[in-house]
């Protein structure tokens, strides 16, 4: 920044007074755009293209319009999951405020749903198809997993989590279990209180089924619940806490400093080589812990995204992101040896190896920008196939990756490049 001062006059009543006029010029600053573009190399992620897109077009018009629900679109789908390799696909529509089902994984673009669920029918929207709550109605549901043969949804503004015992197979099948509420009725934030208990959340908004265990991103109360197998009965409490090193309390980072045990805003989950991830997008990390804690409060042992466990700022307080930062990641899925993460405000998809973890490690692939020095939602441009808009969810089975990118309301199928 240069400065040049000039001197003028101010007439008042009784005299002349000096004063100094500083004239301004501003000038980029180098220090924000280095040359990470050159410097660091990636490997592509995904392919170059996803092999079928859902809910919009491939290529969609620069000027959009409301998004009228039917069986061909999203608004704001926040989660999609592959049942089985040859067998559904069920996706969270979430600002319809209803589930789209597939009978088999779709392999082109736009083929329409065969089922829904939380609707009359596929061209209504409400929340909880604007009745009352039920086994088969949702409000802003999210995250979505299959549990081996069964279902379950985080179902977010209804403040539980339904599970469908078998595979739903036809519209607005109920759910047959419910967590977080007494029963199906109900539909209260922590049942009503101020405080939380192990059978109550507030604002769930991811689900998991790992290695025999459930688990839940209770996001407004700062935590994630474990299960140690899949629930049985409705209102079951969970038998296991992170985040929180008790049932009851919901404070961010537990009340204190961010630490190793500690969440703001908790979202994806995933099983990488034996290691329990969980993105903590409101501190902006991922966490990850050697193996499923089967105790209140532990520790992690890693973090990605920061260089330490008590350091939270998006890109670590830099403008531009770098291969080893995060700005709120939601979404985890895992690959084989790699751990993929949904870097949701730079609308970015990145890719860890299990060879590289330790905390604060660089990733090594990446999608959905032209390296890891960018940032930008369609990397600002209009949408096209192989750009991503505040991805939120993300979901793998086999080679295949479920893709829910959000602000281009779609969902899109990719297969693995690295």
Request: proline fraction near 6%; charged fraction near 20%; include cysteine.
């Amino acid at each position: 920044m240069n400065s040049t001062p000039a001197k003028i006059q101010l007439a008042t009543s009784s005299k002349k007074i000096k004063i100094n006029k500083v004239c301004l010029k501003v000038s980029p600053d180098p220090s924000l755009r280095v040359s990470e573009a050159s410097k660091v190399p990636h490997q592509a992620l995904l392919c170059a293209e996803p092999f079928a897109i859902l809910g919009a077009e491939r290529v969609p018009p620069i000027v959009t319009t409301g998004v009228a629900p039917d069986k061909n679109t999203c608004f704001g789908p926040r989660g999609g999951a592959l049942m089985k390799i040859d067998g559904a696909l069920w996706i969270c529509d979430t600002g319809h405020h209803r589930l789209l089902g597939w009978k088999t994984m779709p392999s082109d673009d736009n083929t329409p749903a065969d089922w829904v669920i939380g609707q009359k029918d596929f061209n209504s929207e409400g929340r909880n198809g604007k009745s009352a709550v039920s086994a088969s109605s949702v409000n802003v549901p999210t995250g979505i997993c299959a549990c081996g043969d069964s279902m379950a949804v985080a179902d977010a503004w209804n403040h539980r989590v339904l599970i469908w015992k078998t595979l739903p197979e036809d519209n607005n099948v109920p759910a047959d279990i419910v967590l977080g509420q007494a029963d199906f009725a109900s539909n209260q934030a922590n049942h009503g209180h101020d405080h939380a208990t192990a059978s109550s959340m507030h604002w769930p908004y991811g689900v998991s089924w790992q290695d025999g265990h459930l688990l839940v991103a209770d996001s407004e109360n700062r935590r994630v619940l474990i299960w140690q197998g899949l629930p049985t009965a409705s209102g079951q409490p969970a038998d296991v806490v992170l985040g929180q090193h008790d049932f009851a309390t919901r404070d961010e980072n537990a009340g204190n400093d961010p630490s190793a045990m500690s969440m703001r805003w908790p979202h994806g989950i995933a099983l990488w080589r034996g290691h329990l991830c969980i993105s903590d997008a409101g501190n902006n990390r991922v966490m990850i812990w050697q193996g499923i804690p089967d105790s209140n409060g532990m520790d992690c042992d890693y973090v990605l995204g920061q260089n330490a466990v008590d350091l939270v700022d998006h890109n670590q307080s830099l403008y531009w992101p770098r291969a080893y930062t995060l700005n709120m990641p939601y979404g985890l899925a895992v690959v084989k040896d790699w751990l993929l993460v949904a870097d949701t405000a730079s609308s970015r998809l990145l890719g860890w190896h299990i060879d590289d973890l330790k905390t604060g490690a660089d990733a090594r692939a990446l999608t959905g920008q032209l390296n890891f020095h960018d940032k930008g939602d369609n990397r600002w441009q209009p949408p096209c196939a192989d750009s991503v808009c505040w991805p939120y969810g993300i979901q793998s089975l086999d080679n295949v990756i479920v893709v829910a990118d959000s602000g281009n309301n779609r969902v899109s199928l990719w297969k693995l490049a690295v």
